[in-house]
Structures are given as C-alpha cells and as structure tokens.
C-alpha cells in the first residue's frame, strides 16, 4: 500500500485564523516532506523531516509551522497567513534503502485564504 | 538556467497515438529520475522510476534514461483519454549520511488525449 492521506481536502480561512494541515502514512517511511504547489507551476519544497527530527527549512515564513508528532503523522500550523498563500498543500513520505529514493505524494489539501 | 528544463506543452493527440514526454538536465550528479501524473486538483502521483541508463518498461509506459546526454523521455503506448494530465519529471541525487531525498522538478507538461 503506498498511500499518503491528507486532511482536510479543502480549507478557507481568514487572515486571523489559526487551522492545522494533517498528512499521515503507513509505509514505514521515515522521511516525510511538505511542498507548496501554486497552479500550473511544480510542487515547491518546504519542510523534510527525517526520522522525526526537522531536517529542512526552504526558508518558509514563520507563519507556517511543521510539527511531526511520530514517525507516521506530519502537521502544519498555519496561523496570520495572506491571501498569497493560497495553493495546494502536498504531504509526501519516502523511504531511502541503499541506493533508492522514491517519494510519494498524498492527495493535498487546497487552501484558500480570503 | 534551470536545473531541470521540461516543454510545458500544451500537447494535444488524438486517442492511440504515442505521446513522448521529455526533459533535459545540467546537473550531472542526479542518480535517481522520476515521472509523475498529476490530475487537475489531485497530487502527483509516482509512475516510473529508473535509477541507471536505459529502459523501463511498465504496461503502456516506457521511462529512457540517457546519462550521457542528459536526457530522460516517458512514451505512452496506445494513449486514451485518462492519460490527460500534467506530466512532471523529477529527478534526485543521493547524498551519503542523509536519509531523506531533494526532488528538482521539470516545469510539467499538459497532456490532452482527444477521443
């Protein structure tokens, strides 16, 4: 099974709210990343963690916020965003053995702020 | 220049035609090459990976690698109306004492497969 759920599908929220993205997988992987994707554009990299631990932040501003409870849940805070942070938010979880590197990507979250 | 160049179409074929998908790299250290079908509204999802030069074959889906011309192409056999989507090449290097990959993307192209 390579599935990767993200809730919820669609979210709007005002510039003052605070909302959590959740992503979650039962692969075994112990990489997971976030990505922003803007329309017609490629996914964009924001967050990896790796066997729990934040291993990279592509310089995304601090009003996103990841957190990654256990190996197999992955979280992102959004709170004061701006309406340019509309996009689909994709969850994804890879698994490095060797010389092998496959990630696999959830269905995304579309948020819309107004 | 980017790292990754990919024509972001649109392509338009008719219903059976073979559809070749391609995409040019610079960075000679990526090892690993990808190819993603993304539906509109939905996330990419992993379709063919290769690791060394040559070809894969997976049903409809043929993945080339040319290491040595920087150069990867997806072929779809015998396209049908499902195979509409946008097409993203991806493609990582293995860094040694990480366990985690980077993907650089190609910029997708926009496949319509007309009945």
């Known amino acids: 099974d390579t599935e990767v759920t993200q809730t919820p599908k669609h979210l709007v929220m005002g510039m003052t709210n605070k909302k959590s993205l959740k992503c979650e997988q039962h692969m075994g992987h112990r990489a997971m990343y976030w990505y922003k994707q803007k329309a017609k554009k490629p996914p964009e990299l924001m967050f990896v963690y790796s066997y729990e631990k934040l291993s990279i932040n592509e310089s995304v501003p601090s009003r996103f916020s990841p957190e990654c409870p256990n190996s197999s849940l992955l979280n992102l805070h959004l709170h004061a965003l701006q309406p340019e942070d509309s996009a689909l938010y994709l969850c994804?979880?890879?698994?490095?053995?060797?010389?092998?590197?496959?990630?696999?990507f959830g269905p995304g979250t579309r948020l819309t702020v107004l | 220049q980017k790292e990754v160049e990919q024509d972001p179409g649109p392509l338009s074929v008719p219903e059976g035609a073979i559809v070749s998908l391609n995409c040019t790299y610079s960075?000679?250290?990526?090892?690993?090459f990808m190819w993603y079908r993304q539906y509109s509204r939905k996330g990419p999802e992993l379709l063919m990976y290769?690791?060394?030069?040559g070809n894969k074959e997976d049903g409809r889906f043929t993945a080339q690698v040319d290491k040595s011309s920087k150069y990867i192409s997806l072929f779809i056999r015998d396209s049908q109306p499902s195979d509409s989507a946008t097409y993203l090449c991806?493609?990582?290097?293995?860094?040694?004492?990480?366990?985690?990959?980077?993907?650089?993307f190609g910029q997708g192209t926009i496949l319509t497969v007309h009945p």
């Open positions: 290769t690791y060394s030069s």
């Open positions: 994804a979880s890879s698994s490095i053995q060797g010389s092998t590197d496959t990630q696999y």
């Open positions: 960075n000679s250290a990526f090892q690993y």
């Open positions: 991806a493609m990582s290097r293995y860094s040694p004492g990480t366990s985690y990959g980077k993907l650089t």
